[in-house]
């Protein structure tokens, strides 16, 4: 039996070369309207590895406008990933069991655990394990929101942090760099990636199991010229996401001659 014929975008895609990739961006909601949110799903979904429902802006809004957000996402086979503030604010007052079962019940797939902005102490395998009870999947974030850029001292910690989170069964690690990508975590003042440090992340915990925050262009295009197509990348604004995942695929001007994303050689994707 013939097999059917590509769509005519992705018989095109094929002609030049462009990759065919798994979905590595996880874009944030940081309170969009529901409509909105659905346009981009439509446009992009396939793209998505995970919606994050970002900060606690969910939590305020119109309860029937989140629920509205969430089943669309699981329309589009996308899965949903809370913001680590509220699991922070929750730990802080005493109400993770009642924090858990409110994203279980609206049908939230995973939530981010981290202490970001605060200094309550976690039992890696005690809040995954709650987490699971009530059907959720866990990434834990690595970094302090007002830690300024990592050092050597911080990142051997936090590397002992994510084997801890791991082990303890969350399904990965995210990397904070806030909005901003500057003064934070791997980035410098100026926005510069650390690329020694990222390396590190990389080689411990494998490039599968390490999302990078990237909000910015320059953060996001510095993480993919290094790492190339299969970093993760979190944090990305829903109306960016194509222009990253061009550039991902070496369709994007200022990614068409890097090394690690370029297309293949004319010959090559003929063939």
Partial sequence: MRAAPLPIQAAFLKRIGAP???????????????????SHLEQSG????????????????????????????????????????????????????????LCAALGVDRVECGA??????????AIVGLARRHGLSVQFELGKKAGGTFGRATVNALLDQGRRWLDAGAAQLVVE???????????????????????????????AAVTFEAPTKGSQFALLDHFGHAVQLSNVRLEELLRVEIYRRGL????????????????????
């Fill in 116 to 125: 970001g902005f605060t200094d309550v102490v976690l039992d890696p395998r």
């Fill in 177 to 207: 760099a806030r909005e901003s990508a500057a003064g934070v975590g791997l980035f410098d003042a100026s926005g510069r990636l650390n690329v020694a440090f990222a390396e590190r992340f990389v080689a411990v915990f494998g490039i």
């Fill in 20 to 38: 065919d990739l798994p979905a590595s961006t996880s874009p944030f909601d940081p309170g969009y309207d529901p409509a909105t949110l659905e």
């Fill in 46 to 101: 396939h793209l998505m590895s995970r919606l994050k429902l970002s900060m606690a802006c969910w939590l305020i809004a119109e309860e029937a406008a989140v629920r509205r957000k969430l089943a669309a996402a699981k329309r589009y086979h996308v899965a949903t990933v809370t913001g680590g503030g509220p699991f922070e604010i929750a730990a802080a007052r005493g109400q993770l069991p009642a924090y858990f079962e």
């Fill in 252 to 271: 994007h001007a200022d990614a068409f001659a890097k090394p690690r994303l370029q297309l293949p050689p004319v010959a090559a994707a003929a063939g």
